[in-house]
């Protein structure tokens, strides 16, 4: 009857560290995710994305004088010059601080998730633990009365080890997209050069606003959940060993199928919320 409990028991061990890292995840920044190995190449790949910006940022300069201004009278102007003049420097400044840009964004909504958790008042998640009336219950069934109960444990626990990895793999895909965009940045951020390319920077700063605002969402579920998980589905002792084991693993599935749904749509739910 060990083996039972222990299968249950090692499931909810991996739920629960799974569940213990995103906590530790959700307040790690890019540059310490990993020992910072990781953002160490991001940097250098963004300078070398640089120089390839600055010369794009020409390009859409150029581009947009030609498709905003008539002829090039109205270029002599002053009033068109300095504002040619304007767009171009604060589009170079975006490009060359934009790595600043980006991590002052990630650190505002860094604090919206440090604000949320110090609300709530959770150190971290509540553990999911197996009641001690269905250890006992399954401890003293017969052999031949156990066997289904291996069945239910199996697919139960199956499922509980499925959903952990599935949960913590959509958080670990955040980080992921944020090296992406940091990587990637300056070519995007050099469409502000001109007025009719500048739309393409401003979703992409919108985007990345999104993938940071994924963490305050992520936060949120673990909360609701770890406000789900101090009150454990409600064990009949009175049912039979399978039966029981059946009602909580099918009720504590439940509830954690609302969370890993709630993680995986965290980007959709942040673009419905904020519109981008």
């Known amino acids: ?68 201004c008539g002829n090039f009278t109205e270029v002599k102007k002053p009033e068109h010059a300095l504002k040619l003049f304007i767009r171009f420097a604060i589009a170079k400044a975006i490009v060359t601080y934009g790595l600043e840009l980006m991590m002052a964004i990630f650190s505002i ?53 499925v959903l952990s990895f599935i949960m913590i793999l959509s958080v670990y895909g955040r980080f992921f997209k944020l090296y992406l965009y940091t990587a990637i940045a300056p070519i995007p951020l050099s469409t502000f050069a001109g007025e009719p390319t500048q739309s393409v920077g401003k979703n992409f700063l919108k985007s990345y606003a999104g993938v940071c605002l994924e963490g305050a969402i992520i936060v949120l579920a673990c909360i609701i959940f770890s406000l789900f998980a101090s009150s454990p589905p409600v064990v009949n002792t009175n049912a039979s060993p399978v039966t029981m084991v059946w009602q909580y693993v099918g009720e504590l599935i439940f509830n954690m199928l609302i969370l890993v749904g709630t993680i995986k749509a965290s980007d959709r739910i942040v673009r419905e919320m904020m519109g981008l």
């Open 109 to 161: 909504v860094q604090g919206v998730a440090s604000t949320i958790i110090n609300s709530a008042g959770l150190g971290g998640a509540n553990q999911s633990v197996l009641p001690n009336e269905m250890i006992t219950a399954i401890e003293e069934t017969s052999f031949f009365e156990s066997i289904p109960l291996w069945a239910v444990t199996l697919i139960g626990g199956l499922f509980v080890t």
């Open 1 to 68: 009857m060990n083996w039972i409990v222990e299968n249950l028991q090692n499931s909810l061990n991996t739920w629960n560290n799974k569940l213990n890292e995103i906590w530790s995840l959700i307040s790690t920044s890019p540059e310490n995710f990993k020992g910072g190995m990781i953002w160490n190449v991001i940097l250098n790949i963004n300078g070398g994305m640089q120089a390839i910006g600055l010369a794009l940022l020409v390009l859409f300069f150029v581009v947009g004088v030609m498709k905003t």
